[in-house]
């Protein structure tokens, strides 16, 4: 009953909404082209605030026009980020409900805040063309025209990956294979950017291939030899705009793929890390890459290569019905979120690709879930992704108020080198108690298979500590010398 | 003549031998232990030296080494003195058994060694355990449960409980 009552009441405040003209679906074209230095676009998503448009992520027309100014837009729904991406890097990036966006490291205030609506983010139209440096957009007749007239509800997101024109293909120019002693390495050329696919088939079968999406093959079928570790590649253009590479493989050999700003590159090696029989990622001005791993039967400890060396994974201590270490009203997962979210920000500003395992107050796997379950979700985030790096970030918690300062921890042998890097980053820029790098079992640093380290901030439990991690000054030097540690480490590792 | 001097002389030696070993094995002998506590650092573990019971005559190899296992977890869960400075167990945590197969100690801790934390004061309460049952005799793990069933991970600071743990682990 209440829910029939819920629902009515939603439908009356929506056509309200309408009536009162707080927003509009825009269905005619003339309402919503834009046009500039001779190009013409078509905004098939916009929606009337009274901030002024505000034009989905997913949006075609805005695909198209940020493509045109050789960047590349993508909505990241896990970290609530709306992020466009320039090589060089230069990254704009929109959060979901700040009414702020970035340039760079630099804040701009925003006509409206990012929402959400039917999972599409939704920019400020304006922002976006101010941001990318285009003329403003004037639509004809004014958008509220249209809720004079009944709209039909909005068409476009029933097909939301826009189907690509001839000149938006990528190219596959060509293929280079050059075979070393113990691995092939096989760069496939591409201009533009796009989405791929790969899979393998178990043994005995070992086929591998490749999909490249939304991209012609510029060049006649190839075929060619690998050496003793490939026996054949094969370069075919299938239906559907779609390159496929594949590659025959005599054994089960490691594959593993890396996109680029120039295409993927696919090393097959003799060497076994984890045997994965999917993957998927983009290439060109914006990369991303994962893989479903398997574990493998005997497969011995190696060096570990990330599926996508470019993203980084970062984990704030316990959430939702684990508050972690508390203190009066102050509760551990408050802070790491808060830490973890200035880190992030920080990460994204410097072209980074950053996802977190929790961006809100809750549980990763389950409420009330066991720890192992918990952490063990967090270190999937990772690991299922290819990260190049785990940084978990926890306050500490003692049971008298002796303890103090800042502690990182790490386990494996590959952990190490994170350990330091962000640990001397903390001692150079925080003036504090470092009680440095310390080995430890901790289940997320050992569960991970990439480089991990868990900071343990400060001690909620220390009144001095208590005071810092209630400082949002503090707790912002404390993510910029993490942050500052991520990056000196991926520069000399 | 000298040929029964001889024999005479070998059995009191033997019988003076076997005398010696039978004296020797049913007398108790005192027994020791090192424990060790963890300083608030978190990396330092300062050992200290307490008694232990004697085997007592006929209680087998096994079972004496069961009683020093028991005896040693109880010592390093309890801690040093009070006015010593160390990473301690929660209050209220007690070892409610303690076992030995081969070169593994299997230790059962009451659930109050689940106790809200951080990473400090799970690493330092078990580094403390760990030291002082793998400098008994012939043990190097230890493994560790808590209420009787297997654990993963404490909550806190998530310290891993999940495989036996060796020093070589910190």
């Known amino acids: 009953m209440n829910r029939y009552a819920v629902r009515i009441g939603s439908a009356l405040a929506l056509a309200l909404s309408f009536q009162l003209g707080l927003f509009t679906f825009a269905n005619a074209a003339e309402n919503t082209a834009y046009e500039y230095d001779g190009k013409r676009v078509v905004f098939e998503t916009l929606v009337q605030r009274s901030g002024g448009p505000a034009v989905s992520a997913d949006d075609p027309g805005l695909q198209q026009l940020v493509r045109n100014a050789g960047g590349s837009l993508t909505w990241d729904a896990d970290n609530q980020y709306v992020l466009v991406t320039f090589p060089g890097p230069t990254v704009i990036s929109f959060a979901i409900g700040d009414a702020h966006y970035l340039i760079g490291s630099v804040s701009h205030p925003a006509a409206f805040a990012p929402f959400v609506r039917d999972g599409h983010a939704f920019v400020p139209l304006k922002d976006v063309l101010r941001a990318l440096k285009l003329p403003a957009f004037s639509p004809g007749p004014s958008v509220s025209d249209v809720a004079a007239t009944p709209a039909p509800p909005p068409p476009l997101f029933a097909s939301p990956v826009p189907s690509p024109q001839p000149e938006q293909l990528a190219q596959v120019t060509g293929v280079d294979v050059q075979a070393q002693a113990g691995s092939v390495t096989i760069r496939i050329g591409i201009s533009g950017n796009g989405a791929y696919e790969w899979h393998r088939l178990r043994v005995p079968d070992n086929r591998w291939w490749i999909d490249v999406h939304t991209a012609r093959l510029a060049t006649a079928p190839i075929d060619q030899n690998g050496g003793a570790l490939v026996s054949a590649v094969r370069v075919r253009q299938q239906p559907a705009d779609t390159v496929r590479v594949a590659l025959s493989l005599p054994a089960s050999e490691q594959v593993d793929v890396s996109p680029g700003n120039e295409g993927i590159t696919i090393v097959v090696s003799s060497r076994v890390v984890a045997a994965a029989t999917r993957g998927s990622g983009t290439f060109g001005s914006i990369v991303t890459a994962n893989a479903s791993l398997l574990a493998s039967p005997g497969a011995s400890p190696a060096r570990y290569v990330p599926a996508n060396p470019h993203l980084i994974v970062l984990d704030p201590g316990h959430g939702g019905s684990d508050p972690g270490t508390v203190r009066g009203g102050v509760q551990e997962k408050s802070l790491t979120l808060d830490m973890a979210m200035r880190v992030r920000d920080i990460l994204v500003a410097r072209g980074w690709q950053v996802v977190m395992t ?28 290819g990260a190049r790096l785990l940084v978990s970030i926890h306050v500490n918690g003692y049971v008298n108020s002796g303890p103090h300062g800042v502690a990182t921890y ?27 790098v310390i080995k430890d079992k901790l289940y997320v640093v050992n569960h991970a298979a990439m480089p991990a380290a868990l900071v343990e901030t400060a001690y909620i439990s220390n009144p001095d500590d208590f005071t810092l991690l209630q400082s949002g000054s503090w707790r912002q030097k404390m993510a910029q010398a993490i942050a500052d540690g991520i990056v000196d480490y991926t520069e000399s590792n | 003549m000298r040929n029964s001097r001889i024999f005479f002389l070998l059995a009191l030696l033997i019988a003076v031998a076997a005398i010696a070993w039978y004296i020797s094995s049913h007398r108790a002998s005192p027994g020791e232990v090192t424990v060790y506590y963890s300083k608030v650092d978190g990396q330092s573990e300062i050992p200290w030296t307490i008694s232990a019971r004697a085997q007592q005559p006929g209680e087998s190899a096994a079972a004496y080494a069961q009683y020093l296992a028991l005896y040693a977890a109880s010592q390093a869960v309890t801690g040093p003195p009070p006015d010593v400075t160390a990473i301690r167990f929660p ?45 008994l005799h012939g043990v190097d793990r230890v493994a560790v449960r808590m209420a009787g069933s297997k654990v993963a991970t404490l909550n806190g600071g998530s310290f891993e409980l999940d495989e036996p743990l060796r020093r070589s682990d910190w």
């Open chain 1, 358 to 385: 929790r961006t809100d107050d809750r549980d990763v796997f389950a409420p009330n879930d066991s720890a192992r379950d918990e952490l063990q979700a967090r270190d999937d985030v990772a690991n299922s992704r």
């Open chain 1, 410 to 436: 790490y386990y494996k042998a590959s952990d190490l080198a994170l350990a330091q890097s962000v640990s001397r980053r903390i001692a150079s820029e925080l003036d504090m108690n470092n009680n440095g």
């Open chain 2, 91 to 135: 209050a209220g945590t007690r070892v409610l058994s303690a076992s030995v197969d081969g070169s593994t100690v299997t230790v059962d801790l009451s659930p109050e060694v689940n106790h809200p934390g951080g990473a400090l004061n799970e690493s330092g309460e078990f580094k403390a355990l760990i030291w002082t049952l793998t400098a």
